[in-house]
């Protein structure tokens, strides 16, 4: 794991980038969570003539966990859902990045334990690659 900064941490997938990015959405999923969004940048810049190598980022989460939140702090929904980033580093290997969210949360005044039910779902998705 690499804590990059304070702004999030990243870990290396012992597997490669596509299967990684299946995995996550399959674990996500089984989780009884909802995968909201996949952006794909690569292709992105692939459409406007630009070359980057493979970053996905997942919009993940379910309402159970996060509209708790955004009832005790409304403005908590600027950060939520949650969000993951697979990407392709300089060497070939395979990295998952998100914010920690109870840092993110911080900031509203969210209480430890309700970030903490949000931190589970991110460390799923470490534990499973």
């Known amino acids: 794991m690499c804590t990059c900064g304070a702004n999030y941490v990243e870990h290396k997938s012992s597997l490669a980038f596509q299967p990684t990015v299946e995995r996550l959405v399959a674990v996500i999923e089984k989780a009884g969570m909802e995968v909201f969004a996949r952006i794909d940048h690569a292709a992105g810049a692939k459409a406007v003539g630009l070359a980057m190598s493979p970053a996905t980022v997942l919009i993940y989460g379910q309402a159970r966990g996060g509209t708790p939140i955004m009832q005790a702090a409304p403005a908590a929904a600027l950060d939520l859902p949650l969000r993951a980033l697979i990407r392709e580093g300089d060497g070939g290997e395979t990295l998952v990045a998100f914010h920690p969210i109870q840092q993110v949360l911080e900031p509203y005044g969210v209480s430890d334990e309700m970030a903490g039910r949000l ?8 534990t499973s690659v």
């Open 119 to 126: 931190s589970k779902a991110q460390q799923l998705l470490v």
